[in-house]
Each structure stands twice: as structure tokens, then as C-alpha cells.
RNA sequence: GUGACCGUAGCUCAGUUUGGUUAGAGCGCCUGGUUGUGGUCCAGGAGGUCGGGGGUUCAAGUCCCCUCGGUCACCCCA
């Protein structure tokens, strides 16, 4: 019996667990003021909704998906991202027009696993779909951007560039193909085997870089519609005091995307896998899914990547209160009392047998909770002894204040 | 898929170079230091297939081969 986690996949234990929970919830409720209602979409789809919406050419498709055979020979595969799925599903259900929608769930790739880079991982993520206005890229852009803020990642970059539509691409696909034929003995063999099949891929080559540093980029082959959307973008990004650099060679993996595409970039954190989110528009996915033509733009967050690149920080409390029944008989009480604290907002908690006044009190600092009320003679006064288990201080409470006196 | 480094107690590691008695430390864990007080302090205790398999040897944690696992980087991407 293999008792390990699988390769590349991680259990989360307190105390890592709580900076989760609190990116969880920061998430949960900053997308919903942002007027993004939950949307939740199977953890693995038809292989095709991916094949199709990623794209064949992709490293993604062609050898990172979890694919597999179900008991009814349908080929399924583990979502490896959730934009597919999302728009999948606007389609499926009929939806027209308008649609903003948030989710937050594991995602899976068959990769070598190293920092930042899971099989399992975690995304968070928004769907703007239905609309083709700038603002709506700015206002995705804008909403990752003050989450990885309220996070505590101080210091990000937001890369930003503009891939044109299909039709720019076209000549610049011509353009950039014989750029790099002319060049073919000079990049690596990866690079070259792309030439023919997803040249613009070649563009964010790290090993290539050198060569690449005067190549054209799709941004200067743009026609005056999709200019104009990338220059009211910039205008934009300044509008609203987002740190941003343009990154002409930026371009995204996934083939859906079209004009902008972004990626945020934390200045101060120097792994390899440093992207902490990333995204853009992608007006030709629903077609591709078999869909009518839908507007589209949206952004995807690596919460596990988030984590690593906010480091070893203390973890923030998980408990307020620490019940310490000093005499047994007054068991019932204190469980009352403990729903009262519950009920108004204190997070309390209390050994669930019978165990010694020192056990408790054990029990109570391996919890880390902030205060010990001590239920026993003293509550036939209806007061608690509370212990600030970090001064070690000790005062008489009356219980009903015991809500109040915490926030202080 | 490619490469480099690393696997000894729950965790962090020493011991491997130069093979040699019952494999160690710190932290953590458990018990005790009498009444209703944790954390600190003192005393005791539990806990190890030295990643696994094979080989060399009188003798292997230590040398050789294979294998599995981990980490980081390439690649890719969140």
C-alpha cells in the first residue's frame, strides 16, 4: 500500500491552511462586489471541449492532460483549465448576452512537478462573457490585480500586450514565419519545430531570447480596430494606477486568446514559476465549441503559486476562545455558552471529554487560541476567569460581555 | 519529456570520505513535578525496515549495481 499523496499533488494541513482559507474567502467576496456570481462546472469534461477550445497545438493538449476512458468508453479528461468548461456550459444551457462568473477549483497537468508547479493546483478565476469592450479586459485585469493587493503581494507587474485577431494574424503569422525561417539554425530544436506549427509560440521562448530580441511582434501588425482596443487598454491601465509594463512578446499558450493578454508578475519573488495569474480575450472560443460568435475575456489566479510567492509568514490565528471547564458538573452550561460565543461571531472551541484542568489548558495553547475562559466556581456569579494566553494575564469576566470584551 | 542534486526518528540534521561493538542530537510527542493554569523550567519515556531490492565482504547507514521517491531547473504555464 502506497500511503503517499501523488506525485505533484499536496495535502494542506493547518497551520498552511489557514493563509487558504483567507485567500479563499478574500476571493469569494471581492469577485462577488465585483458583480461575478459562482459558477461551477465539472472537475473533467469531453476530451474534445478541451482538445478543441485549448487547441491541438498546444503543450497543454498534446501532453499534459489527464485523460482517460470511463466505464461507458467516453474519453474524459481532468480539467487542466476552466475557461473551457465555462463557456461549455454558457453554451450548453442556453444563456444569452451577458454572463460575469467567478469559481475557484483544483485544476490538473501531467508535468514534472517543481516550485510553484503542481499536477493538482489550485485556480481562481473570472469568465466575462458577451462582451467586447475594453472595459471589460480592464476591469478583469483591475480585479486580479487588487485581490493579489488584498493577498499581501505587494509589488506587482502587470505584463501586458496585445496577440491582434485572427485576421492580423494572418499576415503576421507570414511575416514572423519567414522571420524565424531565416533564422531556423540559430534557434534551439524546440523553437524550430514550432515554426510551422504555432509559430507565435516561439515568441516567449526563454532559451531563444536572445535571438528573438528584434523580432516582430503581433503588436505592431495590429489593424486599426484592434490598435485602438490595445491603446485604449494602456489608457486604461494608467486611468486606474495599475503598474503595468507592455511585454511585446507575451503571448499566451493556450490558442483561444486574441488581443489583449495579460499576466501579473510579482517583482519581488524570483522563482521560475513566477506568474502568480494571467489571462485575456478570447472572442473565437464559443465558435470553436461550437457556439455563436461571444465576446469574451477573463483571468485565471495560481492560488498555489500565490502561497509559495508570499513566503513564510506567521499564519494568522484560527481560534478566539478556549473553554476550560474547570468543574464537570457545569458541562452544559458551558456547551450553551459556547453556542452563544458561536452565535455571535467568536470562534471558540473546548475539549470534547472529560480531561483535567491542565489538559485543557494544554489543549487550548496547542490550538493557538487567543484567550482561556475558565468555567467553574465562578459562574455561579455568571462570570468567567479569562487568561490572555500570551500576557498570561487573568481577569473575572461576566460571560454575556465575554463577545464585546474580545473585540477590544 | 531532459538535466542536476538529495533520501538516516513525526520534523531539521550528524554519522558515509578512511566499512568494525546495542545508530545519535535538537525540536516535536507522551508521563510525572499533588489543590483550577498552558506556554517557560526539571526528570523520565515512547519512537528508526538508515527509501526499496540485489551484490561485494568475516562484517555495509558507510563500497558497487538496479529501482522507487523528493527537490530544483529546462520545457510549459496559473
Do not use: C
Amino acid at each position: 500500500m502506497n500511503l503517499r499523496a501523488p506525485k505533484g499533488t499536496d495535502d494542506v494541513f493547518p497551520p498552511e491552511s489557514r493563509a487558504w482559507r483567507r485567500l479563499l474567502r478574500t476571493w469569494d467576496d471581492l469577485s462577488e462586489r465585483y458583480g461575478y456570481e459562482l459558477v461551477m462546472t465539472p472537475s473533467f469534461e469531453h476530451t474534445e471541449v478541451f482538445a478543441r477550445g485549448v487547441g491541438e497545438a498546444t503543450e497543454v493538449v498534446e501532453k499534459q492532460m489527464y485523460t482517460f476512458e470511463d466505464k461507458g468508453g467516453r474519453s474524459l479528461t481532468l480539467r487542466p483549465e476552466n475557461t473551457a468548461g465555462v463557456v461549455r456550459a454558457y453554451i450548453q444551457n442556453g444563456r444569452t448576452g451577458v454572463f460575469k462568473g467567478a469559481y475557484s477549483g483544483a485544476m490538473y497537468r501531467y508535468e514534472r512537478p517543481q516550485e510553484g508547479r503542481r499536477r493538482q493546483f489550485w485556480q481562481l478565476g473570472v469568465e466575462y462573457l458577451g462582451e467586447s469592450h475594453v472595459d471589460a479586459d480592464l476591469e478583469v485585469i483591475e480585479l486580479g490585480y487588487r485581490f493579489l493587493l488584498e493577498a499581501g503581494l505587494g509589488d506587482i507587474e502587470v505584463l501586458v500586450n496585445s496577440i491582434g485577431d485572427p485576421a492580423d494574424r494572418v499576415a503576421y503569422n507570414e511575416l514572423l514565419t519567414s522571420w524565424l525561417t531565416d533564422r531556423a539554425d540559430l534557434l534551439s530544436s524546440d523553437a524550430r519545430g514550432r515554426i510551422e506549427s504555432n509559430p507565435l509560440r516561439v515568441l516567449d521562448s526563454k532559451v531563444d531570447g536572445d535571438v528573438l530580441g528584434d523580432s516582430p511582434t503581433p503588436a505592431d501588425h495590429l489593424s486599426e480596430e484592434t490598435a485602438a482596443h490595445y491603446a485604449a487598454l494602456v489608457e486604461g491601465l494608467e486611468a486606474r494606477e495599475i503598474t503595468y509594463r507592455k511585454a511585446p512578446r507575451l503571448v499566451r499558450g493556450l490558442d483561444y486568446y486574441n488581443r489583449t493578454v495579460f499576466e501579473y508578475v510579482p517583482k519581488l519573488y524570483a522563482a521560475a514559476q513566477n506568474t502568480v495569474g494571467g489571462g485575456g480575450r478570447y472572442d473565437g472560443l464559443a465558435e470553436l465549441l461550437g457556439g455563436r460568435h461571444l465576446p469574451a475575456t477573463g483571468l485565471a489566479l495560481g492560488l498555489d503559486r500565490i502561497l509559495v510567492a508570499l513566503g513564510d509568514r506567521p499564519p494568522p490565528r484560527a481560534l478566539d476562545v478556549f473553554l476550560v471547564i474547570a468543574d464537570p458538573s457545569l458541562r452544559a452550561e458551558a456547551r450553551d455558552f459556547a453556542r452563544r460565543l458561536r452565535d455571535a461571531g467568536v470562534r471558540t472551541d473546548f475539549v470534547a471529554g472529560e480531561r483535567s484542568v491542565k489538559a485543557q489548558f494544554k489543549a487550548a495553547d496547542r490550538r493557538d487560541a487567543a484567550v482561556v475562559a475558565v468555567i467553574g466556581e465562578e459562574w455561579s456569579d455568571g462570570k468567567v476567569t479569562v487568561k490572555d494566553l500570551s500576557s498570561g494575564e487573568e481577569r473575572l469576566v461576566v460571560a454575556g460581555d465575554l463577545p464585546g470584551w474580545m473585540d477590544r
